[in-house]
């Protein structure tokens, strides 16, 4: 009796908007299952690959099952697939796995476009793999078009945007969202200090370079919108982004990171959050510190006049000289120290006389008390600047935690009325969830209530009444058991008393406390209240009436 072949099923869309919403895969499924019992196929392995384009091979799970495919002896003899342009849109890279697979004794089969061995069939495999190919193309000309025109009538295109700004929703054209890009309070601020720390340094020194910013970002605690530190290339690119000048461009690299065509770039207006003045200083000084047209040395070099000071007799630079086994250190002209007096009769100065002479220039220029009256209005207006921003931040802060708060109460209130069940694997992502409401506004809500605990206890120096626990005169706190489910589902079933919530533990005279509910939440109010039986809490009066 001959064995059965063993057969693998790849199954592929190209978006995971299609992997999430739509009914490719599972027909995918369906009709491979189909083909490989018609067909008395064992199936031992199912690679699905959920968004992932087939122009080329940069495929989790297209890997793994070519590395299966290509094992001696293989676990499968046959792929299924349920057209050749699931496998591959490329004729070179599809016919160079197809080989890559057969040298092993792995055939490639499509359920509907059943072919053979033989020469005639492997020219028309070929010829429909180039028809995928084309229409590949065709279809990412096609939507770059429509990409072009969205841009160009001020639409955002889709992506993660740009720190400092977020994605909200302009218009509805039927049943498509049009969206546009505004500044975010929450990390406007960020992007205003990394330019200004740029252009005036903080305070205690000049114009900081790129590296100095990521230095003193990661050293006060400002993290990127993820929690992360900062890194120098990831800061570059907010000082050169075009962006920030209102002026976002689309369309400018290729999928290979080259530039494109100022002709194929398409800008797009968007609300400006730095002052073009300002940006365009902050390029001068980035082009001024490239090592490729500065030398590294000419801006941190030890010397003061390294790279500007010239000879008056020939133009020449001039360089140090030492003397004295480097006791003395003097400026002398470049030409004349390789060409003699012949080519130079200039003279050599000593380094700290000249230092101390265009020192004490400048000083007299620069510190002139018009000078200095109006660099210190300068400096008060930007402060000024800078604390209504730091107002507005706060108050943007406090909204976003509000809305988490009233999320989260929402939430909790359909735990209790068991209209959501809290082990709801779909729960617990939504709540985990970075895009939705609550996992959104999560950070801002933390440090909104951080802002605000440390401003009342500040200004009024009590304790917060915690939802559900409830005050009395003797300055204790009871909880009911309906209040402690909510605080144990609320914190993952860590609930102790402690002197910090003010939490009273008491012997609890009644033994058999047990709350009843109903509709639906009758567990939850058993848990709660065999938990406080446990850590010793008293019942309320309206508890034992219950009871």
């Known amino acids: 009796m001959i064995a059965p072949l063993c057969a693998a099923l790849y199954l592929r869309v190209s978006t995971a908007r299609q992997a999430e919403h739509d009914v490719s895969i599972p027909d ?50 046959v792929v299924v697939v349920h057209s050749f342009s699931r496998f591959f849109r490329d004729h ?31 020219m028309m495999r070929q010829i429909m793999a180039l028809f995928d190919e084309y229409q590949s193309k065709e279809n990412a000309k096609h939507v770059l078009r429509a990409q072009k025109e969205n841009a160009r009538q001020g639409f955002w295109n889709g992506a993660r945007p740009p720190i400092g700004y977020r994605v909200v929703e302009a218009e509805q054209r039927g049943a498509k969202v049009k969206k546009k890009l505004e500044i975010d309070p929450l990390h406007a601020d960020t992007v205003r200090l990394i330019f200004d720390l740029a252009l005036n340094g903080d305070g205690q020194s000049g114009a900081m370079g790129v590296k100095a910013i990521v230095s003193h970002l990661n050293r006060n605690r400002i993290y990127t919108r993820e929690g992360g530190r900062w890194g120098i290339g990831q800061l570059h690119r907010v000082l050169t982004r075009r962006t920030y000048v209102g002026e976002h461009q689309f369309n400018s690299r290729s999928k290979s990171k080259q530039k494109k065509p100022e002709s194929e770039v398409v800008v797009v207006a968007v609300p400006p959050l730095i002052d ?19 030398p590294p040395r000419v801006v941190s070099g030890p010397t003061l006049l390294t790279g500007i000071c010239y000879c008056a007799q ?16 003097y400026y002398a002209c470049s030409i004349k ?12 100065i000593p380094m700290e006389a000249l230092d101390t002479l ?10 002139q008390p018009e000078r200095l009256q109006e660099i210190l209005a300068s400096m008060l207006n930007h402060r000024q600047e800078r604390l209504e921003r730091r107002r507005e931040h706060i108050t943007e802060l406090t909204k976003r935690a509000t809305e988490a708060d009233q999320r989260l109460r929402r939430l909790y209130d359909a735990i209790e009325s068991g209209v959501a069940d809290i082990t709801d694997p779909a729960l617990k992502r939504a709540q985990g969830d970075p895009r ?18 440390r401003c009342r206890h500040a200004g009024h120096g009590r304790a917060f009444r915690r939802d559900g626990a409830q005050t009395h005169a003797d300055g204790g706190r009871r909880l009911s058991a309906r209040s ?24 609890a005279p009644i033994a058999g406390c047990r709350l009843r509910r109903e509709n639906g939440y009758a567990r939850r109010a058993q848990f709660g209240t065999e938990m406080a039986e446990r850590e010793g809490f008293e019942p309320l009066n309206a508890d034992r009436e219950n009871a």
């Open 484 to 507: 402690l489910a909510r605080l144990s589902s609320a914190r993952g079933g860590r609930s102790k008393g402690s002197p910090h919530h003010r939490i009273e533990r008491r012997p």
């Open 28 to 77: 995918q499924r369906r009709q491979g299952e189909a083909y490989c019992q018609a067909r008395s196929y064992q199936l031992v392995e199912t690679y699905v690959e959920p968004g992932a384009s087939a122009t080329n091979d940069r495929r989790p799970e297209f890997q793994r099952m070519i590395e299966a495919g290509t094992l001696k002896p293989a676990p499968f003899d």
């Open 314 to 329: 020939c133009g020449g630079a001039m360089t140090i000289r030492t003397g004295k086994s480097g006791r003395y250190r």
């Open 436 to 453: 939705s409401g609550a996992g959104r506004c999560c950070p801002s809500a933390d440090l909104a209530r951080h802002l605000r605990r």
């Open 92 to 122: 070179f890279e599809l016919e160079f796995y197809v080989r890559k697979l057969a040298r092993n004794g792995v055939r490639l089969v499509s359920i509907t476009q059943e072919m053979g061995d033989d020469p005639m069939h492997v």
């Open 358 to 367: 265009v020192a004490s220039h400048i000083e007299q220029r620069l510190l």
């Open 337 to 348: 120290a390789r060409q003699g007096e012949t080519g130079c009769a200039g003279r050599a």
């Open 276 to 294: 073009a003045k300002v940006f365009e200083a902050v390029q001068e000084q980035l082009q001024a510190r490239n090592p490729k047209i500065v």
